[in-house]
């Protein structure tokens, strides 16, 4: 077998220090999908953290679960109330927490609540999530370490094996263990040149340094320690390069005091010069790491404060629908005249084999029935218009009057409102999702005309913001205004035929992501190749070759509606 990947031994690193100091540490956010080095990472979690019992979590547990409450089944049918424990409990525990990109934003905040308690417990969240998901900024704080296990082959990561007596050594070494107070000022400054806002990155540096300190039967932290940690816990944070210190060193040990020497011992307290830290994480960087920035960058932004992505398609509470059958939880609401119309019929039975056939009513776990509601996503709207020939700016002017009839309305519907006009060889969003009639107006002030038809490169614009949009809990319509004359193809050469058969490849591609929408034909005459179009969409076919803003808005209407 090959020799462990870097990645590997990061993960092994991490591993080791979490098993000796796993209230210090809190845990690891592993990045990995499905795979081998996923599972016999997972597979070592569990003789890593014992004696804690390893528990798994899910973004669906519900807070009966993680902090115990009423068993309601066994309530029911003895009459008295019958408690469960939650996970969360008194004694130390590690939790493996799947799917942390989805981690809704209410069960976050219970998790940070149960890690910043005195009990001890530690979290490896598994992010399973592709290109910008990202999981709870919440979490990640509170995690030492962050591990990237994509990039690492099955031929990368050997079994992991860590000894247990050593560890159990460092363990009960780790309190004696000291660390010098300048280690502590270097450590915090340089977290600071890398861009890392929260001050417990830096602690978890100290913390590992310990740890790796007691691991090697050490009674005081060394530099070695300190730069290792940071790496560690530092290269996965940084947000920023580090820069090359540029700065003059006029302090001479000579000016140090010598209150130690005349005592005839001196005690010498090793400095670890803040370029040597960054340079020890900048080697740890990825060589993608300006990358990964963005990356991260556009994730936080696109999951908001939460980090949770689309909890739910709809984000309104919708009309009421007939209850059903479930089970009570964190979110579940009662109806409890369902539930006693339920109860009824089975009284007489019930009170005879009942544990205390003296109450009125008998109610079984199977008799509750829980309120539901049909919910409805806010609606968007996403213009794609022609921009292009002679007859642009009559299009362009259609699009923009027809925005602006539908916000005039929008705030009733809750309806978003996003164009996007493609003209020469690409498309551009030039009105991003919005319900500000103000900022629609400002941004539609002067809009850009002329050039080739990049029909396919509007579909594909389209078709990128709807799906981006729909996991924010918007039902993205796509409405295309064109004439039919698409001449240009993805790859920008100039080719009617290519155009074309790239036209209908992006809209077979809509309609496989079942996204409604609608071609409005603004030629003089009826197009054969958009009702084509239109049906590769299986969308509605409107032509409207002398339609102003108030017909275009009309039309998108009667489709919708």
């Known amino acids: ?8 031994q990061n993960a092994t690193l991490a591993l080791t220090l979490l098993a000796v100091d796993p209230s210090g540490l809190a845990g690891i956010m592993l990045r990995a999908r499905s795979g081998p080095a996923r599972d016999r990472f ?9 004696p804690r019992a390893l528990k798994r979590i899910h973004p669906g547990t519900t807070d009966d679960q993680l902090f115990g409450g009423l068993d309601l089944t066994a309530t029911l049918d003895r009459g008295e109330a019958v408690l469960t424990e939650g996970l969360f409990g008194d004694a130390p525990s590690a939790f493996l927490l799947t799917m942390a990109e989805r981690c809704p934003p209410g069960l976050t905040a219970r998790i940070a609540r149960a890690m910043d308690t005195a009990n001890g417990h530690a979290l490896i969240a598994l992010d399973e999530g592709i290109d910008d998901e990202a999981p709870p900024e919440a979490l990640a704080d509170r995690l030492a370490f962050h591990i990237d296990l994509n990039a690492v082959t099955h031929r990368d990561c050997p079994e992991i094996i860590l000894d247990s007596d050593r560890i159990e050594i460092a363990r009960n070494r780790l309190q004696k263990v000291s660390i010098p107070a300048e280690f502590i000022a270097n450590v915090t400054k340089v977290g600071m040149q890398l861009g890392i806002g929260s001050l417990r990155a830096p602690n978890f540096v100290l913390r590992a340094a310990r740890t790796l300190a007691a691991i090697q039967k050490q009674d005081i932290v060394t530099q070695a320690n300190v730069t290792t940690a940071a790496a560690l816990v530092f290269g996965p944070r940084a947000t920023m390069l580090p820069e090359d210190p540029q700065q003059d060193q006029t302090e001479s040990p000579s000016n140090e005091p010598e209150q130690d020497t005349e005592q005839g011992k001196t005690e010498t307290v090793e400095q670890i010069p803040e370029e040597i830290l960054l340079q020890a994480v900048a080697a740890s960087l990825p060589k993608d790491f300006l990358d990964r920035i963005k990356d991260t960058q556009s994730a936080r932004t696109a999951q908001g404060s939460g980090g949770s992505g689309a909890a739910r398609k709809g984000n309104r509470r919708g009309r009421p629908k007939p209850s059903q059958r479930g089970q009570l939880g964190s979110a579940a609401r009662i109806d409890l005249i369902a539930t006693l119309r339920a109860a009824a019929p089975w009284q007489s039975i019930r009170k005879q084999a009942a544990y205390a056939p003296q109450r009125n009513i008998h109610i079984r776990a199977s008799d509750i029935r829980l309120k539901k509601f049909e919910e409805k996503s806010d609606r968007l709207l996403i213009f794609a218009v022609d921009a292009s020939g002679s007859a642009a700016l009559a299009r362009l002017a259609e699009a923009k009057g027809a925005v602006e009839l539908l916000l005039a309305e929008a705030y009733a519907r809750r309806d978003h409102v996003a164009l996007i006009a493609f003209r020469g060889t690409k498309a551009d969003l030039l009105l991003p999702p919005t319900r500000s009639l103000v900022q629609t107006k400002r941004r539609l002030s002067s809009l850009p005309g002329g050039g080739g038809t990049p029909l396919a490169a509007g579909l594909e614009a389209a078709l990128l913001l709807a799906e981006s949009t729909r996991t924010k809990g918007l039902t993205p319509t796509i409405a295309v205004l064109t004439d039919g004359r698409a001449n240009i193809a993805l790859d920008g050469t100039a080719s009617r035929i290519s155009a074309s058969e790239d ?9 496989a992501r079942q996204t409604p929408a609608l071609v409005i034909d603004t030629g003089n005459r ?4 958009l009702q084509d179009l239109a049906r590769e969409l299986s969308a ?3 032509p409207l070759p002398r339609a102003d803003a108030h017909k275009v808005s009309q039309a ?3 489709v919708l509606e």
Do not use: C, F, N
């Open 42 to 50: 997972i597979a070592a979690l569990g003789p890593a953290l014992s």
């Open 526 to 529: 009826p197009q054969g190749s």
């Open 503 to 511: 036209a209908r490849t992006v809209a077979r591609q809509i309609r």
């Open 556 to 558: 998108i209407e009667a």
């Open 540 to 542: 509605p076919y409107l």
């Open 1 to 8: 077998m090959t020799a462990p990947s870097q990645d590997w």
